[in-house]
Structure formats: structure tokens, C-alpha cells
């Protein structure tokens, strides 16, 4: 079962630079979600999909866009690169919002 | 003050210990509980529901106190597997978002 499935799993990137992290599930979920996780740190919420066709900003959404592409993907979009932006990156989703997460297994993401 | 606060630790015991994990909720409309486990650098793994009536999954027991606003995870005779951070997460709180807190470490040494 692939359940979440994220790429790249790695990325190096140059100031300034632009990139999109994909992100796809399969288990029909509704919702879908991007957080950062910076080291020691907890998750932050960056955007969020409660269902195809629509986004929401989290707690941390400057910087970034999303594109909830179909009921599948749901993709995060950095425009201009900071170094700030090093962190990895979890794409999750579930069912309902009251049902638990699924997490892929994350980007690594180094901006230099 | 956070939405859903835990000690984040570190927690340091001995193999075979008894281990008791709580974490608060600010939300009295929160709907749902879970425990997530995160091994180091790796992704979120759903370790537990948690009910109202309490319930076990062999060695890990959840436990949730409506009335003071907490949930706990105890986790008996410890194994040095289980080192990682547990993370507690309510949702039904900011538009029917899960809330998640920021961890506490265990550490499991021989």
C-alpha cells in the first residue's frame, strides 16, 4: 500500500530558486495537508485542503503556495527560495477532519 | 498558551521501566485523540487512538479525562525500540483541523 507518497525525498537549492514538492495519496481521503518540521522543533501547519478544489492557509503559509491539483494531489509550491525555508516537509491527508493523519515520508529540503 | 501542551522530556529510563506521558488541551469542543509516534528525521506513525472509556494495545495504555481536559499514554515494561518522540494530537479544534503537540522524547537505555 503506498498510502502517501511525496517527492523529491531530497532537494538542494540556491537562494532564490523556485521549486514544488508533490505530494499524492490514494486512499480517497478528502483532506490533505503541508507542514515544516525545522530540527527540535514541532510540526507546523502550512496549508490545508479540506477537500479538491479548495486551500487554506495554516499557521506558517508565507512564502508558499498550493495547488490542490484533483482529489489525489496536492502540491507546495516555493517561489523564491530562502534559507529560512530549510526544513522537512510532511505532505499528510485523511478522511474526515475528526479522523487521524497519514503522513508521507517527507522532503528534505536545504536552500543554501 | 498552545492549544494542546506536553512535557517535552526528555523522559530517560531503563529497559523495563513504566512510563507515563500527559498532555493538555486547551479546547473543551475538541472531538478526537490520538497518539503519533516520530522516530527521529522520519514521519508521524499513528500509534493510538484514544477513547473516552480508555483503551490498550499491548503494552501502550491511552487514557482520555474530558472533564480536566487531558490524555495520557502509559507505556509498560519499556523496550529500547520504544526511544522516539510521541506526539498527542486532538482535533476537532481551529476549523476541524488536527492540533498537534509538540512531543516529548523517550529515551529507553539498557
Known amino acids: 500500500n503506498a498510502g502517501v507518497t511525496q517527492t523529491p525525498k531530497f532537494q538542494v537549492l540556491k537562494t532564490g530558486q523556485s521549486m514544488t514538492l508533490q505530494c499524492a495519496q490514494d486512499m480517497n481521503h478528502n483532506s490533505m495537508y503541508w507542514y515544516r518540521q525545522d530540527p527540535g522543533m514541532g510540526l507546523r501547519l502550512i496549508y490545508y485542503?479540506?477537500?479538491?478544489?479548495?486551500?487554506d492557509k495554516g499557521e506558517v503559509p508565507n512564502g508558499y503556495n498550493v495547488s490542490r491539483l484533483n482529489k489525489r494531489e496536492f502540491s507546495l509550491r516555493l517561489e523564491s527560495a530562502a534559507p529560512s525555508q530549510t526544513s522537512v516537509y510532511f505532505c499528510?491527508?485523511?478522511?474526515?477532519?475528526?479522523?487521524?493523519?497519514?503522513f508521507g515520508d517527507g522532503t528534505r529540503l536545504s536552500i543554501l | 498558551r498552545k492549544e494542546v501542551e506536553q512535557d517535552p522530556g526528555p523522559f530517560n529510563v531503563p529497559e523495563g521501566a513504566t512510563v507515563a506521558f500527559n498532555c493538555t488541551y486547551s479546547?473543551?469542543?475538541?472531538?478526537?485523540f490520538f497518539w503519533y509516534r516520530q522516530d527521529c528525521r522520519k514521519e508521524p506513525k499513528l500509534l493510538m487512538s484514544?477513547?473516552?472509556s480508555g483503551n490498550e494495545d499491548g503494552r501502550f495504555t491511552a487514557q482520555l479525562n474530558r472533564a480536566s481536559q487531558y490524555i495520557s499514554l502509559l507505556i509498560r515494561d519499556s523496550k529500547l525500540s520504544d526511544s522516539a518522540t510521541y506526539l498527542c494530537v486532538v482535533t476537532g479544534t481551529n476549523a476541524g483541523k488536527s492540533t498537534f503537540g509538540d512531543g516529548t522524547t523517550l529515551t529507553v537505555k539498557p
Open positions: 485542503s479540506a477537500s479538491e478544489g479548495t486551500t
Open positions: 484514544v477513547y473516552s
Open positions: 479546547n473543551s469542543a475538541s472531538q478526537s
Open positions: 499528510a491527508s485523511n478522511g474526515q477532519d475528526w479522523q487521524p493523519q497519514h
